[in-house]
């Protein structure tokens, strides 16, 4: 499956809540979601009522989008999860949120999620001083995440980070603002996770 190059506004109002995809303006008025009533398109106000597998299906779907992964990647760490000891949909939310990407915009370095995945891939990222360009690297506890220092004063990484104050930043991450730098005090408690999410429809419609 390829790369989505549509709005992502439109996948916002497809699953009919914020999935904060665009940065800045899902903070402002001009948020499609709070623009518009419905789903996309000629029938987006018509709602059908949603069978079992439909729920499912919207979850895994809205999963997905919020971290930005394409439908090989996405069941890959599901297969991943479902190899852990723990319980499967603990552990893929996770290993969602130990991806390097996922990480970078939890920091507020990036505006968002696809953002991050950029200055990833690009290189401006260092774990523990050495670069990695892999979006989906898995941080460890202990792991340091830095701008590289020929990058640091890149308007927009400043940006991101005058635009993460209006939303906080998790108890497991220790942020050094003044040195574009962050140590991943401990892996996140699914608690500690607030985006509304129900693994265990994901778990149901895989086991299917």
Known sequence: MG???GSVCRLCRVEGEKLFLKGERCFSAK??????????????????????????????QKVKRVYGLNEEQFRNTFAKAAQSKGMTGTELITKLEKRLDNMVFRMGFAYSRRHARQLVRHGLMLVNGKKVDIPSYQVST??????????????????????????SI????????????????????RDQITQPMNEQLIVELYSR
Request: glycine share 8%; with cysteine; aromatic share 4%.
């Open 3 to 5: 790369r989505y190059c």
């Open 31 to 60: 948020c499609a979601v709070e623009k518009r009533e419905g789903g996309p398109g000629q029938h987006g106000k018509r709602r059908s009522k949603a069978s079992g597998y439909k729920l499912q299906l919207r979850e895994k």
């Open 142 to 167: 202990g792991d340091v995440v830095e701008v590289r220092p020929k990058s640091k004063d890149k308007i927009a990484i400043a940006g991101a980070m005058v635009l993460a104050q209006s939303r």
């Open 170 to 189: 998790p108890t497991w991450i220790n942020v050094d603002r003044e040195n574009k730098k962050a140590t991943v005090e401990s892996m996140p408690t």
